[in-house]
Every structure is written in structure tokens, then in C-alpha cells.
């Protein structure tokens, strides 16, 4: 444990005097261009779908599944780079759909500026959550339990506040279609939206996974103690990953209030927005880039076609169904999706006689 947190540590920085030619040659590296590719891919989807019978579904269906992988990657620097597993992390949630919706039904403030209003509440909250907790060193399923209990306590907080629309909760109401205002008529609106912020996410975790902001989140998550003695503050550290993951999940929780148009306590500070955001992130593959959103690839539309199927004939199928893959990937994948793409890798580019006994 302490050799790889060495390792993590000892990594350096590109000097400032190569970053042009660091930045040429980063976007010619064949997974830039491969992402690049990607995204321009996925940019095109709705123009291909929109002449698709049930397009307007399946679009829906992508909708859901980049803003999860969104929340997941959001998620992941607390729970996965640093190791610090909240399963609470739907008050964050909340906080950005309730704050940037009261701004807008109280007094028309765009949610493009009510998303900030909402992500600034957000790192409060996440600051007082992480200050609190690993001040006086919570961590494990203590910091688990005590961000479910914030959560509740945040649930049933607004639930019995009037002004904030109590347990009906709060409709918005339609203006237009308009950016400005993020209504849009047709569902790729909501899709470029959730496209522009899952490569954000995306490209901030692959910035933290270089940096030594990154490298110290990963020391403190292999061993803490170690980490310390080589002069990392773990409380600084651990505050820092959750005010950010606080306030980058409150900013998703503003397009999902704009996309469904309807908010009550339960369907943003309840438990499920919680377990969903941390089981995409587990499946897909705990503090890596690409895990996050692999695992939302892979689970949401098997829930979504679910929910179809059944209806509200088995309102819990979905929960049951993330319950049973987590079983599976946690005895054959305890790495994630990620982790078993990367052993099999390895062991193909692997050289015959490497590995073996000495």
C-alpha cells in the first residue's frame, strides 16, 4: 500500500516550456481522436434518430443515460478517486433542482444562472458534509450512514416546508422553446445539454487523473496513514473532493428539474437518485475516468426497458435488477466493467512466460 502511494505521489508534472508541443501531441494520440470521433458520433444522433420510428423514445433513453453518467462521474471523484463512499449524495441533487426552480418560478431567473445558484448551495452543503464528517475522521459506512441521515433529514426538511411546494412539490411551468430559458419542444435540446455536461465530466476527471490533486485523492483512498506521513492533508484533501463533487452534481440536478419539469422532495432527495448514482459508478468501475459512464451505458436502458415492460405492475423491478447485477459484477468484477476491459487487455499484450512463477 505505501509503495503505491509513493508511486502516486512521486508522479510529476509536464514542464510549462513543452505544453504546446504536450498539446499537440495530446490530440494526436489515437484515444483523443477516438473521443473526438465519439462525441462528433453522438452529436449526430439525434438527427439520425429523429427519422427513426420511436425515435423520440430512444432519445429520451440517451437523455437519461448521459445525464446518469453525469451524476455518476460527479459522484466518483468524492466516492472514487478519494474513496469516500456517500450514499447520500441525492441532497446535492436536490439542492441544485430546488434552487435553480425557485429562482425561476419565484422570479423568472434563468436556470442557466440558477444552475450556479444551485451548485454554490451545493458546496456549502458538501463543505459542511465533508468538514464535518472527516474532521473528526469518519470514514468507511460511518460517512456512508451519516450522509444517508443528512439526506433523509433534508427530505423530510422540505417535504414539510410550504414555500418550497411541501410534499406536491414544484412545476415548472413552460415559457417556451427557448435556450435561454432551457424549455425546448423537442428532446435533443435536453440531449446536447446532457452531452456538453457528460464531456465535461468526463474530461475533468481525466484532467484530475493526470494532476497531483488527482494523485493525492488516489493516496489518500490506497492509505491514509501513508499518505499523511508523506505530508498530504487529508482533511483539506477529502473537503476539497467533496465540495467539488457537491457542487458538479447540483449543476446535473438543474437539468433534470428543466428535463422533467416536475420536482417533489422524494423524486430528488430520496434514496433512489442516491443508489443510482453510486451503483452506475461501482458497476462501471470505482475511480476511473470512463467507468462512471460505462455503467450508466449499460443499466440504464435495461431499466428503462424494464419499466416499459412491466409497467407499474412491479414498481421495484429496476431496484431489484441493479441489486442483482451488483451481486454479479462484485463476485466475477469487484473492479467494474473498467477493471475486467483492463485485465483482459493486459493479458493479451502480455509476452508468453510473463506472469509466471520465479
Known amino acids: 500500500m505505501k509503495d503505491s502511494t509513493h508511486a502516486a505521489l512521486s508522479k510529476q508534472k509536464p514542464t510549462r516550456s513543452s505544453w504546446k508541443a504536450a498539446v499537440i501531441k495530446g490530440w494526436l494520440q489515437p484515444r ?41 462521474t ?57 468538514y464535518l464528517c472527516f474532521r473528526y475522521g469518519l470514514r468507511g459506512p460511518y460517512f456512508a450512514l451519516v450522509t444517508i441521515a443528512l439526506a433523509e433529514a433534508a427530505l423530510y426538511l422540505v417535504t414539510n416546508i410550504k414555500p418550497l ?58 492509505n491514509e496513514e501513508a499518505a499523511q506521513a508523506l505530508g498530504v492533508d487529508l482533511l483539506g484533501m477529502k473537503v476539497r473532493a467533496a465540495v467539488l463533487s457537491a457542487a458538479l452534481t447540483a449543476i446535473g ?47 440504464v436502458p435495461v431499466a428503462e426497458f424494464i419499466r416499459a415492460e412491466l409497467g407499474g405492475s412491479f414498481a421495484g423491478a429496476p431496484l431489484l435488477l441493479y441489486g442483482a447485477i451488483l451481486m454479479v459484477v462484485m463476485l466475477f468484477m469487484p473492479k467494474g466493467i473498467v477493471g475486467l476491459a483492463d485485465s483482459i487487455r493486459r493479458r493479451l499484450h502480455s509476452k508468453p512466460g510473463e506472469g509466471g512463477g520465479g
Do not use: C, D
Not at 476527471?205 to 490506497?222: H, I, Q, T
Not at 420536482?263 to 468501475?285: D, H, K, T, W
Open 253 to 299: 440536478g438543474t437539468l433534470y428539474a428543466q428535463y422533467f419539469t416536475y420536482i417533489n422532495p422524494r423524486s430528488v432527495f430520496g434514496e433512489m437518485p442516491s443508489v443510482q448514482i453510486l451503483l452506475f459508478a461501482i458497476i462501471g468501475g470505482l475511480g476511473t475516468v470512463w467507468g462512471p459512464a460505462i455503467g450508466a451505458l449499460v443499466l
Open 74 to 130: 460527479a459522484w466518483n471523484i468524492l466516492g472514487g478517486f478519494a474513496g469516500q463512499h456517500s450514499l447520500g449524495h441525492s441532497i446535492f441533487l436536490g439542492a441544485g433542482a430546488y434552487a435553480s426552480t425557485i429562482l425561476f418560478v419565484t422570479w423568472r431567473i434563468s436556470p442557466w444562472l440558477g444552475m450556479w445558484a444551485g451548485a454554490a448551495v451545493a458546496a456549502l452543503l458538501g463543505w459542511f458534509l465533508g
Open 165 to 222: 411546494g411541501g410534499a406536491r412539490g414544484l412545476e415548472i411551468p413552460w415559457i417556451g422553446n427557448s435556450l435561454a430559458w432551457m424549455q425546448f419542444s423537442s428532446k435533443a435540446g435536453y440531449y446536447y445539454i446532457a452531452l456538453g455536461l457528460t464531456v465535461a465530466g468526463i474530461a475533468l476527471s481525466a484532467w484530475l487523473n493526470r494532476r497531483r490533486f488527482g494523485y493525492y485523492l488516489v493516496a489518500v483512498r490506497e
Open 32 to 72: 483523443t481522436l477516438l473521443a473526438v470521433a465519439g462525441v462528433a458520433a453522438l452529436a449526430a444522433l439525434p438527427t439520425v434518430l429523429a427519422r427513426v420510428p420511436k425515435g423520440e423514445y430512444y432519445l429520451h433513453i440517451l437523455v437519461l443515460i448521459l445525464m446518469y453518467a453525469y451524476l455518476a
